[in-house]
């Protein structure tokens, strides 16, 4: 069935260091992928999508890559800051319209 | 532009009792769906749905759930003889779909509790 895997389920960074948090997905019919930051009893908030017909988009400090051959995308978060510390959730649009979530990575920044 | 609205942003309930939750999408949206979420797991996808139509319940229990989106008025989520593994977070969400904007936009979420 469709689904979509993360990793790492937790990540934990010095400030001013980098994030990488890596997904894959399985329905190959999938064309778009957002990514969610959710702050502790808060909503999850879009901070970045890409679109199929692209391999990479960037803005500011959070870029996302796309390889669709091996189905899988990535977040990086470059000067990591203390308020990066939340839960990011990668996810896939199926081809049937429905949006499925990875089970999110818990990052934490040290300052 | 208001965005996604949901009401209750708490419910406490005792079991047996129902438990129904609104969701009001953005302006131009027609597009909603009801994801859970348990303390510290992932948003788990229940159904989607068109103004007066469900397009996918794959992820909603078939007994004691049930979701609408009536011509006019919220979108509802409604659970039928709570039990405490009800007890967790239900976001709506709401996208346009068209014009190549498949964004989905969070509400704030129901809290629901059930003792």
């Known amino acids: 069935g469709e689904n979509v895997e993360q990793h790492p389920s937790t990540l934990s960074v010095q400030e001013g260091d980098s994030a990488v948090i890596k997904c894959t997905y399985s329905d190959s019919a999938s064309n778009y992928f957002p990514w969610y930051k959710q702050e502790l009893g808060k909503r999850p908030q879009l901070i970045i999508d890409i679109r199929s017909n692209v391999g990479e988009k960037k803005d500011q400090r959070i870029a996302v890559t796309l390889n669709k051959t091996a189905k899988h995308f990535s977040l990086h978060i470059t000067e990591t800051q203390p308020e990066d510390s939340a839960v990011y959730f990668c996810?896939?649009?199926?081809?049937?319209?429905?949006?499925?979530f990875g089970a999110g990575t818990r990052l934490f920044v040290k300052a | 532009n208001a965005g996604v609205m949901q009401n209750p942003r708490h419910l406490v309930r005792r079991r047996g009792q129902e438990a129904r939750l609104r969701c009001s999408p953005m302006k131009g949206h027609s597009h909603v769906y009801w994801y859970r979420q348990l303390p510290e797991e992932g948003l788990k996808f229940m159904v989607y749905?068109?103004?007066?139509?469900?397009?996918?319940e794959s992820g909603m229990p078939k007994e004691r759930f049930s979701a609408e989106f009536p011509k006019e008025g919220p979108s509802i989520l409604r659970i039928q003889q709570v039990v405490r593994g009800d007890s967790a977070a239900y976001f709506c969400a709401s996208s346009p779909l068209q014009g190549g904007e498949e964004t989905q936009y969070f509400g704030p979420g129901t809290r629901l509790l059930v003792l």
């Open positions: 749905l068109q103004k007066e139509n469900i397009i996918d």
């Open positions: 996810a896939a649009l199926t081809g049937g319209f429905k949006t499925i």
